[in-house]
């Protein structure tokens, strides 16, 4: 099973940026899709944005334009790139492999946005 590791959470203040990373285990990263999900206290879990293998990419509409999924297939990383923060933001992001019925997650990492 593919072991993903979040970093880069924080607090940041509104209309600030962070950026998340996680690390991929495995050798088969480069055909998987990647997603970055969060959840909210008392929300359901939500996908933030994902890409695929071949570059595909979708966003919530919630962060087009202020967010920027990446990856480096040959470091085992993907990223989210987050500016122009606002406090909705708030939440624990998650990254997510998904390679056919194959699907693992990250422990998560903690976003605050205050205003």
């Known amino acids: 099973q593919v072991q993903l590791v979040e970093s880069g959470g924080g607090l940041a203040q509104a209309g600030g940026s962070l950026r998340l990373s996680c690390a991929a285990s495995?050798?088969?990263?480069?055909?998987?899709?990647m997603g970055w999900y969060r959840q909210a206290p008392g929300k359901q879990r939500e996908l933030v944005a994902a890409?695929?293998?071949?570059?595909?990419?979708n966003y919530a509409d919630s962060v087009k334009g202020r967010f920027t999924i990446s990856r480096d297939n040959a470091k085992n990383l993907v990223y989210l790139q987050m500016n122009s923060l606002k406090p909705e933001d708030t939440a624990v992001y998650y990254c997510?492999?998904?390679?056919?019925?194959?699907?693992?997650w990250g422990q998560g990492t903690q976003v605050t946005v205050s205003s």
């Open positions: 997510n492999y998904r390679w056919g019925v194959a699907v693992s």
């Open positions: 495995g050798s088969i990263f480069s055909i998987a899709a």
């Open positions: 890409i695929t293998s071949g570059g595909s990419i």
